[in-house]
């Protein structure tokens, strides 16, 4: 990953800072989740917010090897 700068308007800064200090997130994490769930659903436009919120937790849950097979009984 590459460090670069990038001068982002004040109030988005403010609004990232108090909303990532409520989800134990720094700042620049923060903003990137936003451009990552931005990105996400311009890609896939008829998907709404919490299909995406649960796919992305599901995806993580996967990686940190908490998801068990579902059994159809």
Known sequence: ?????????PALMERAAIIAKALNRTTPKQIEHWARIGEIMEDNPDLPYEFVKQALIAKAELEAGKLEPYRFD
């Not at 990953?1 to 308007?9: G, I, K």
Request: charged share 20%; aromatic share 0%; proline share 0%.
């Open 1 to 9: 990953m590459s460090n670069q700068s990038v001068r982002l308007d």
